[in-house]
């Protein structure tokens, strides 16, 4: 099945600064790649999602990267705030199932 | 708010006791997944339902079992609870087309702890 391999495991930053969180995924049929944003003692949401066939997609602060030859993808936060302090999780999942494999997460803390 | 319902939202059980987590999902979301969250874990999957039967199943312990009822909403069982069993377990539903993925949307959970 599925393996997806998310780095780092905590990410601190100064508020202004950008954020990057890298993933890896295992299988090539994989074709569909949610991000999550989990704020403590909530549910997962989703903040971006990027599709095999777009190599970049980009949501005011946020953008998601993807090379599918490498099989990575990335999260890049620019211009952090305190209120983008979450847990991060990337998900990769292959099409026509949706059955998403989760990282482990990112725990981001934006300090003022 | 995501439109999907889980209750209850606490439980508080015994070793070796039995429970039931209940889901409802989105309307119109006929896959229903649920996923395992221990602390400082990431989203284990445990199980998918589509339309009333199992589609998919991850790392699902015998000890629990779980169905999708003909009005969609779902049910996750657990049995001969251990203390390794407390957890958040979320339910996700979506609308899985068959034309692509898209978005799961996740309850707000419900935290099982097990003394």
């Known amino acids: 099945g599925e393996n997806v391999e998310q780095h780092p495991s905590t990410l601190s930053v100064q508020e202004g600064d950008s954020a990057v969180i890298k993933c890896t995924y295992s299988?090539?049929?994989?074709?569909?790649f949610p991000w999550y944003k989990q704020e403590l003692g909530k549910r997962p949401q989703l903040i971006i999602d990027i599709r095999s066939n777009v190599g970049e997609k980009k949501d005011q602060r946020i953008a998601v990267t993807l090379n599918k030859t490498a099989k990575h993808f990335s999260l890049h936060i620019t211009e952090t705030q305190p209120e983008d302090s979450a847990v991060y999780f990337c998900a990769a999942s292959i099409g026509g199932s949706y059955i998403p494999t989760f990282g482990r997460g990112t725990s981001l803390i934006v300090h003022p | 708010d995501s439109g999907v319902t889980q209750t209850p939202k606490h439980l508080i059980t015994a070793t070796g006791q039995r429970v039931t987590l209940r889901c409802s999902p989105r309307s119109g979301d006929l896959s229903v997944y649920w996923y395992q969250q221990s602390l400082d874990q990431g989203l284990q999957f445990l199980i998918q339902y589509y339309n009333g039967e199992e589609r998919a199943k991850g790392n699902i312990l015998e000890r629990f079992s779980a169905q999708q009822f003909p009005d969609l909403h779902s049910e996750l069982n657990l049995s001969s609870l251990e203390l390794g069993d407390s957890a958040l377990y979320f339910c996700?539903?979506?609308?899985?087309?068959?034309?692509?993925?898209?978005?799961?949307?996740f309850g707000q959970g419900t935290r099982l702890t097990v003394v």
């Open positions: 299988d090539s049929a994989s074709n569909y």
């Open positions: 996700a539903s979506s609308v899985l087309s068959g034309t692509g993925n898209t978005e799961a949307f």
